[in-house]
């Protein structure tokens, strides 16, 4: 299986990318969806977040306030290590296992929205091409304090919680320029699509993974012949 990552600055049009791979069919593991899913009212982290940040963080539905909860870690450092610390790990867990699931069903290639790919670096060692979604800092704070609806020093203490976008788009194999409209980006992603879609580097995977599971097969067989546990039926 071939992984691509989809990642970026909040707000720089990550979704509106991933959508378009969606659309063609191939499979999208979004980690804001996960980190949303992993903080419903009784989950762990929703406990250990109502532990640490208190009844504050919480709206009389005992759902996380959102909005709360991002005015605080994103002004601050700490408290924001607190909630990776309590978050992160669930989710890198929660994407291992999709992607698990989806290389047994044959998939050729899946896509991870994934905002803080190269702020984490866990992950980073099984993706085999980054794409890089970026736009001009004013169209970004734009576009963030408009969907957000925040203020232009909360918009800006987002943005500074991230890596810099050039150095995300230094270390990216494909850089998509959000700066024009919608279906300029689009045109973009679709141009790497069909890049990727003619490239055989799943064959390769597939091929590895394949010699792989019989070097693993052999080496079982051997050690069950080494200590005389082999069925009789196998006996040659
Ligand atoms: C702080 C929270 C409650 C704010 O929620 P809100 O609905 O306002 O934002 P949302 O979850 O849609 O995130 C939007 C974007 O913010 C950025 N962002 C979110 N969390 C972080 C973080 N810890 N550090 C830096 N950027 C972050 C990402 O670019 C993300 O795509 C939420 O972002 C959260 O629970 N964050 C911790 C989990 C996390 O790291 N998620 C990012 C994906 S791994
Ligand atoms: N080319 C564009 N022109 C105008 N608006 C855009 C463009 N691309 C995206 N947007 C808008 O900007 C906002 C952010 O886009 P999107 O949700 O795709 O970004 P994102 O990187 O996934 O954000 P986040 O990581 O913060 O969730 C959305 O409201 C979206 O509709």
Not at 77 to 85: A, D, P
Not at 94 to 104: E, H, N, R, S
Not at 225 to 234: C, D, G, I, R, T
């Amino acid at each position: 299986m071939f992984i691509v990552a989809v990642t970026g600055g909040v707000a720089t049009g990550k979704s509106t990318i991933s959508k378009v791979f969606e659309r063609q069919g191939i499979p999208v593991i979004d980690a804001d969806k996960i980190a949303r899913e992993i903080v419903e009212p009784g989950q762990p982290c929703w406990q250990r977040i109502r532990e640490i940040f208190g009844d504050d963080v919480l709206l009389p539905s005992k759902e996380i306030n959102r909005a709360v909860l991002g005015k605080m870690i994103f002004e601050d450092k700490e408290l924001r290590g607190k909630l990776n610390k309590i978050t992160h790990p669930t989710i890198h867990r929660k994407i291992f296992w999709q992607v698990c699931k989806l290389l047994v069903t044959g998939h050729a290639w899946i896509v991870l929205d994934l905002p803080l790919l190269f702020e984490t670096g866990v992950l980073i060692d099984f993706i085999h091409k980054i794409v890089c979604v970026t736009c001009d800092s004013d169209k970004q704070l734009e576009r963030l304090i408009a969907r957000n609806e925040l203020s232009e020093t909360d918009a800006r203490h987002r943005v500074d919680s991230q890596i810099p976008l050039d150095q995300k788009c230094e270390k990216s194999h494909f850089v998509i320029d959000n700066n024009g409209s919608v279906e300029e980006a689009e045109h973009s992603a679709m141009a790497i699509y069909n890049l990727m879609r003619d490239s055989k580097q799943h064959w390769l995977n597939r091929i590895s993974f394949l010699g792989l599971f019989l070097i693993l097969g052999f080496t079982i067989y051997l050690l069950l012949k080494v200590f005389n546990k082999l069925p009789e039926s196998w006996q040659m």
